[in-house]
């Protein structure tokens, strides 16, 4: 029997969406552009092409559902039965049907139009019938639209279906609603089943699974059952009649003693015969659940006799040697007192039936008759007992006696535990003197002994010849003869020294004026332009509001002043011009020439970088000028081969369109669509 994937079945679309996704992927697919001028043998075999390519999309994409959902006569009984109880047999057979005839007229309709289509005489012909071809497909598929529908919800359905394998071992879980069905499967298996103080909290089967001896064990937990009639089950009832009738489990029926289910045990034990045969041919064990609320001992006579009427029916009357049945246990799911007894009995249980079972099997005699156990004889009667050395037995006289060797774990457990106590390795090393354990291990370096080379007398011997040099500075300092390590300003007349004073104090203004600007550049207020558009935010305002309250705003226009000054005019070392001078126009046209041309620009910032300040004589031999020309010139150079590959500059790693779509799309005709 094939077995089924649920899970992987493919998502079926309405009847709209179906014919959209098919005859979009005609139009994409085939070749799009004709005219009345071709042959009209090339005219026949465009049309003819998208009709049967329609009809293969229609064939593959209906044979996909009709295979992908599983077939009521070739799976398992119980997901046959499955199926009958959730979806109706004859409704979903009848579903799967009519898309099979579906595939089948669309077959048709293309056969008969493409036999049409052979004979036609002109483009307008072979349109028309291409066009009634696919209206008819279209219209076989809208006629389908509750079949695709119904089966669309029964594909959902199934894909939030537990995967349940019928023939792996197993164990089922049943009885009456709120019983502990649900508690005891979560206590013994991973999965998570909702359980609440009410009847069928549990609708549908629940898989869970657990170990056991090294093997992996599937536990279902069924829907409650009710104590009435077959053909008065409803859905959920009959989910647990199927699994209970098709799967060869072992068979738990919970009974809850304390009756907080809202059942007695006397409606239990009916329920329990009214499904005995359900039970046949299957290992069964009836637990009582509960019992940290109730006693078995605390039940009336009367009930305690409908258990042990249970009780024989599980065991066939036979009693074990201990006198207790191991068919009948008792458990708490709330304490977990004796879960884990009835899950060990119950697994116990089914190994036995599934070996008995393949050894009343008929391909069991045959493998028996090729196996021969041979047994062997002895040759006297000397008797040969096992021979144990005597240290051996030592050592278990001395750990029997207590005196155990001491290990590594002892000590460090001894000397502060894990990350206190270092592991001494160098106790367990042989060597030819114990004392030899504990030197300091020798560094080698180009095959040679450090320690070799190294005097023993070196530090009397450093400290020896710094008491010398300390004797001898202090004999020079005596005589006047040592000499000042101050700098080398002594060599340098005053002109230099006051030139080099002036230099070092314009170095510390520009590095303290850059820190500033790095400091504070990213955080300057500045008003946003569309709340100053007026632009009335500036210095005299600012001056103006000041004054108005009192204070004296001299400092603050300086400052402004100094943080709106000009890039020139902070390197320029002559004094401003006078307002309202022949030398404020000379500014005001060099600025208007700076905005003009850019070059002038550059040039001018060259020279106010490289100009001296007014006064002091440049101590620069060499003329820069012509320097930092050559190396803008060379800069120019080098960006020329970045303009020619459209770089944006050293740092542009743009990667452009390698298929320009102006070159790469557009309409194809037939025989095109070789190279895709």
């Known amino acids: 029997m094939p077995v089924y994937n649920f899970k992987k079945i493919t998502v079926v679309p309405p009847a709209k969406d179906f014919i959209d ?11 799009t552009v004709v005219h009345r001028g071709y042959a009209i043998t090339r005219i026949r075999q465009f049309y003819m092409r998208k009709v049967k390519y329609t009809q293969t999309n229609w064939h593959e994409k209906l044979s996909t559902i009709l295979e992908e959902f599983p077939r009521v006569d070739d799976v398992h009984p119980f997901y046959a039965d499955l199926l009958n109880v959730l979806y109706d047999k004859d409704h979903y057979k009848l579903a799967l049907g009519q898309l099979n005839m579906a595939k089948g007229l669309i077959d048709k309709v293309t056969k008969d139009y493409v036999r049409m289509m052979k004979y036609a005489d002109s483009l307008y012909r072979c349109k028309t019938l ?24 029964v594909r959902q359905h199934l894909a939030r279906l537990p995967t349940i394998d019928p023939n792996t071992r197993t ?29 069928f909290t549990t609708k549908s089967l629940f898989v869970g699974h657990t170990d056991y001896k090294y093997l992996r064990w599937q536990v279902i937990d069924t829907p409650g059952i009710l104590d009435r009639p077959l053909e008065e089950r409803n859905t959920i009832e009959m989910q647990s009649i199927t699994a209970l009738a098709h799967l060869r489990a072992v068979v738990l029926y919970i009974v809850d003693i304390s009756e907080q289910c809202g059942f007695t045990i006397k409606q239990q034990s009916e329920l329990f015969h009214s499904i005995k045969p359900l039970f046949a041919n299957k290992p069964l064990m009836v637990v009582c659940n509960k019992t940290d609320i109730r006693k078995i001992e605390e039940l009336s006579q009367e009930d305690q006799d409908r258990i042990q009427e249970m009780r024989e029916v599980v065991s066939g009357g036979d009693e074990m040697e201990d006198g207790e049945s191991s068919s009948m246990l008792t458990m708490s799911t709330l304490t977990e007192e004796g879960v884990s007894a009835v899950k060990t009995a119950a697994c116990d249980k089914l190994l036995v039936s599934r070996v008995e079972m393949k050894l009343r099997s008929k391909g069991t005699a045959e493998t028996l008759n090729r196996i021969h156990v041979a047994m062997p004889t002895p040759r006297d009667d000397a008797a040969r007992p096992a021979v144990i050395p005597a240290g051996i037995e030592e050592t278990r006289a001395a750990v029997a006696a207590g005196n155990r060797r001491q290990t590594e774990k002892d000590l460090q457990e001894q000397f502060g535990g894990a990350g206190v106590y270092s592991a001494d390795f160098r106790k367990n090393y042989l060597l030819e003197d114990e004392s030899w354990k504990y030197d300091i291990m020798p560094e080698i370096l180009d095959g040679h002994n450090i320690m070799d080379f190294v005097d023993p007398d070196i530090e009397a011997k450093l400290a020896e010849l710094e008491r010398e040099e300390e004797e001898l500075q202090a004999a020079a300092e005596a005589a006047g003869e040592v000499e000042m390590d101050d700098d080398d300003d002594d060599e340098l007349d005053e002109e230099e020294k006051e030139l080099v004073e002036k230099i070092r104090t314009r170095k510390a203004k520009i590095v303290a004026n850059h820190r500033e600007k790095k400091t504070v550049a990213n955080n300057a207020p500045f008003v ?7 632009r009335k935010s500036n210095v005299s305002s600012m001056k103006e509001q000041l004054s108005s309250l009192g204070m004296d705003p001299s400092a603050a226009v300086e400052r402004c002043s100094m943080t709106l ?51 002091a004589p440049s101590l620069v031999s060499v003329n820069p000028r012509p320097a930092k020309a050559k190396a803008i010139k060379l800069s120019d150079k080098a960006q020329r081969s970045r303009n020619k590959m459209a770089k944006a500059g050293e740092g542009d790693r743009v990667i452009h369109t390698k298929m320009p779509k102006h070159l790469f799309s557009g309409k194809r005709g037939i025989g095109k669509t070789d190279r895709r």
């Open 565 to 615: 000054t000009p890039f020139c005019e902070k390197h320029e070392a002559n004094p401003p011009p006078v307002k309202n001078g022949p030398a404020q126009h000379l500014v005001d046209a060099n600025a208007a020439a700076k905005k003009k041309k850019v070059m002038k620009w550059r040039k001018w910032m060259v020279d106010a970088q490289c100009a001296p300040s007014q006064g």
């Open 528 to 534: 946003p332009r569309k709340f100053d558009r007026e």
């Open 130 to 153: 291409k066009r009634a071809a696919m209206g008819r497909m279209c219209t076989i598929m809208k006629k389908q639209q509750a079949s695709l529908a119904y089966l669309e919800q």
């Open 171 to 199: 164990i089922l879980v049943c009885g009456y609603p709120n019983v502990g069905k649900s508690s005891f499967m979560n206590k013994v298996t991973r999965a998570d089943v909702e359980v609440q103080p009410y009847a």
């Open 21 to 31: 996704i098919v005859l979009s992927k005609t139009q994409r697919k085939t070749p």
